[in-house]
Structure formats: structure tokens, C-alpha cells
């Protein structure tokens, strides 16, 4: 049973959202504004969080921004009224690991939140695979730990699987949506530009220069892989 908690200041869609994940027999904790919702995610352990973009008394960004500043890596499934793609990035590149636009269908929530925790538990369950060095970088996916130059670098959950994965395979070249299947666990139609956030996010802790990457190369037209020139 994993343990949700789900910040959303609108009372009918907390309780939706809220019955709707505890069908799938998960235990829920709510809660109506962002001040209430951060503190609880500091005191307890939770699985995941659903989190509302607009809140009262600190705002979803906010607050995920502060979470994963802090080292925090639980899931985070972002919802949000507004329909824009640049809203929809600004999530992303705050630590969102994922996000879902009002309104949104049950079934599509539970999907989405199905993917988050199988991916997450399948992170729990590898089997002490060896670390990837490469350069400057090394991967640990045992300790879920990231080095560059021997100093450590702040990954979320959803970053670390998608450096990890390309890492794997240096090369191969994976479009997006192949992406979104492998790491996020779905593919859906719109969602593409989810790969690209992270993949900024990961060049801004990772490269030298990140409008220069030399660890994770576009290929333009394509998708992205992991250079294997290095």
C-alpha cells in the first residue's frame, strides 16, 4: 500500500482525486494549501505527491521547488488549470516528475499515477547493478548517486532513471516518445515536451556548457542519446 498525499486547495477535486487513488488501494493523506501540504511532506515519508499548481498560502512551484532543494526525491504529479506549454515546463523544470492538465480523467490520473510508483518501485528493487563512469560522470544506481568530478550532484528521482537509461546504452539513439515509455512508464500523445524539460534539467546539472552538451546529444529531428565518443 503506498502512502499519497494530496495537496489541492479545490474541495470536490481533492475528494475526487483522493477516492479515486485510495480505490487503488493506497493510503491518502489530504490536504487544502501549500503551507499545511509542505510541512507534511517534511514530516512524513510519502510515495508520492499530487500537487496543485495554484495553492493558498504557498504555491504549488514553490513548494516544489523547495522539496527538491532540500534533497527530497518522492514523485511529484503536478495538476494545473492552466492549458499553456509554457506553464506546463516551468512544472517541469521546477522538479515536477510529471503533471496533469484540468480537467483530467480518472482513468488518465490513475495511469499516470500508477506509472510514477511502479517506477519508483522498480528504482527500489534493481538488483546491485555495477556503477557507469564516463568522463567526469558516475552513475551509482545502487545508492542513486550521481558524481561529477567527484562532487555530488542532486538528481530527482525521475532525472537519475533517465540519465541512468540513456547512460546505459550509449549511442542508441531513443525518440521521445520511447522515452516516455521507458522511464515514465506511458506514452501519451502532447506529452513529448516532459522529455525535453528534464533533458534541460539534467545538461543544467550536468554539462560544462549546456547549450554545448557533450554528455547528452540532440539528434535533431530524432531524439536524444547518450554520447559514446567520450
Request: charged share 25%; with cysteine; glycine share 8%.
Amino acid at each position: 500500500m503506498a502512502q499519497l498525499l494530496i495537496i489541492e486547495d479545490e474541495v470536490d477535486i481533492n475528494a475526487l482525486v483522493a477516492m479515486n487513488l485510495e480505490t487503488l488501494n493506497h493510503q491518502v493523506t489530504r490536504c487544502l494549501d501549500g503551507t499545511r501540504g509542505y510541512q507534511l511532506a517534511q514530516q512524513q515519508r510519502f510515495d508520492l505527491i499530487v500537487l496543485d499548481l495554484m495553492l493558498p498560502g504557498m504555491d504549488g512551484l514553490t513548494l516544489c521547488q523547495q522539496l527538491r532543494q532540500q534533497g527530497c526525491h518522492t514523485p511529484i504529479l503536478m495538476l494545473t488549470a492552466r492549458n499553456s506549454e509554457a506553464d506546463r515546463v516551468v512544472g517541469l523544470e521546477t522538479g515536477a516528475d510529471d503533471y496533469l492538465t484540468k480537467p483530467f480523467s480518472v482513468r488518465e490520473l490513475q495511469a499516470r499515477v500508477k506509472a510514477q510508483l511502479r517506477r519508483a518501485g522498480l528504482a527500489k528493487q534493481q538488483h546491485e547493478p555495477e556503477p557507469i563512469s564516463v568522463g567526469p560522470l558516475t552513475l551509482d544506481p545502487n545508492r542513486r548517486r550521481v558524481t561529477l568530478s567527484g562532487s555530488a550532484v542532486e538528481l530527482t528521482g525521475t532525472e537519475f532513471d533517465l540519465i541512468w537509461f540513456l547512460a546505459q546504452h550509449p549511442g542508441r539513439v531513443y525518440r521521445r516518445d520511447e522515452l516516455l515509455d521507458a522511464v515514465w512508464g506511458y506514452h501519451h500523445g502532447g506529452y513529448q515536451h516532459t522529455v525535453n524539460s528534464h533533458i534541460n534539467r539534467l545538461r543544467a546539472k550536468l554539462e560544462r556548457d549546456p547549450a554545448q552538451p557533450d554528455l547528452v546529444l540532440t539528434v535533431w529531428g530524432v531524439g536524444y542519446k547518450f554520447n559514446d565518443q567520450l
